[in-house]
């Protein structure tokens, strides 16, 4: 009973000897899905019965739920109850009361999974932590986390494999790079890549010629253009990015990440702090990477430039949100701003 590792979880897989309740959830969701398969067909087979398989998703019906978790089992050693990506943050102060109140009383012979595949409670949400912690004292509680880098270039090697193909450490980590680190993504980009390479292995021509890079990188690109002061390639990019229909409000969220990650980064080199403590009081988690990209993009531009562009980012941040504007014009405006500021600094770094 409490928190259960993954190999703690294939372990009752295999035995069969399972907890009352389970709480699975994470930002690898791909992870969830793929156990909570697994858990359901170990408990209620490939082809449960509908008889002993409850299935509730979403905005659930507190009643029919209640209902559920105390049906005996017939015919079959469990009655198997799935509650998917319940709508904890929108549920009023009772429901969620109702709710744990369901769960503490679920019967024996019903096998309760309550599974997060699609969908991410916030971090501050009361409710939900005290019903993992509930979960904890009577089940199980599965949390998948981001998984390293080195993990990831594994799961694509893997599943390059599985497509007849080989593909280089090197090779997989720019897959990343283009196109982030959600397993989900990651497994639908090589398995495309994979049909169309015409070699046994994996080309980088391939993942630069197919793979579908996230908003995050296509940002990158843009903020790196505009510290190196290209700004023939910073305007390119960026209408790309608008001819392929980004959303303008994420795109400068986006960019201005990457520049607070810049700034963060410098203060802490200024102050003699390392940056495994920023990574840590900023919750950079398997991010960390992007302190070290940001470093060495700013290496040759002054502090106080990186404060210039802060602020220039804050004054769009407001345009965008408070008033009427042209996106388009908004954001060559602030490209342009961005440039001059980089110059200036660079010239007196």
Known sequence: MGKLTESELKKQLKTKVFSRIYLLYGTEQLYVKSYTKLLVEAVAGKHP????????????????????????????????VVAGDVFFDSMQKD??????????????????????????????????????????KSGSVCVFD???????EKYVAKWANANGKQISRINASKLIDFCGEDLN??????????AYSKTDEVQYSDIEKLATVNLETKIFALSDAVIRGE??????????????????????SVLANSYIDAYRIRIADECGVASTEVAADFDYKKRAFALDKARRATRGISTDALRKCLD????ADERFK??????????????????????EGRDYA
């Open 49 to 80: 019965s509908e008889f002993n398989y409850h299935v509730f998703k979403g905005e659930i019906d507190l009643d029919s739920f209640a209902s559920a978790v105390q049906v005996v089992p017939f015919m079959s050693e469990y009655n198997c």
């Open 95 to 136: 429901e969620l009361d109702s709710f744990a109140k369901i769960v503490s009383n679920t019967a024996e012979g019903t096998v309760l999974i309550i599974t997060m595949p699609s969908y991410i409670p916030k971090k501050n949400n009361a409710a939900f932590n005290a019903l993992a912690k509930q979960v904890e």
């Open 146 to 152: 981001a998984l390293s880098r080195s993990a990831l």
């Open 185 to 194: 993504l990651l497994k639908n980009e090589i398995d495309k890549i994979c």
């Open 231 to 252: 700004g023939e390639k910073a305007f390119k990019t960026l209408d790309n990015l608008f001819y392929q229909r980004e959303e303008p409000i994420p795109m400068l």
């Open 312 to 315: 220039a980012l804050a004054d």
């Open 322 to 343: 408070s008033t009427s504007v042209n996106y388009r014009l908004a954001m060559e405006q602030l490209i342009a701003r961005l440039l001059l500021i980089f110059k």
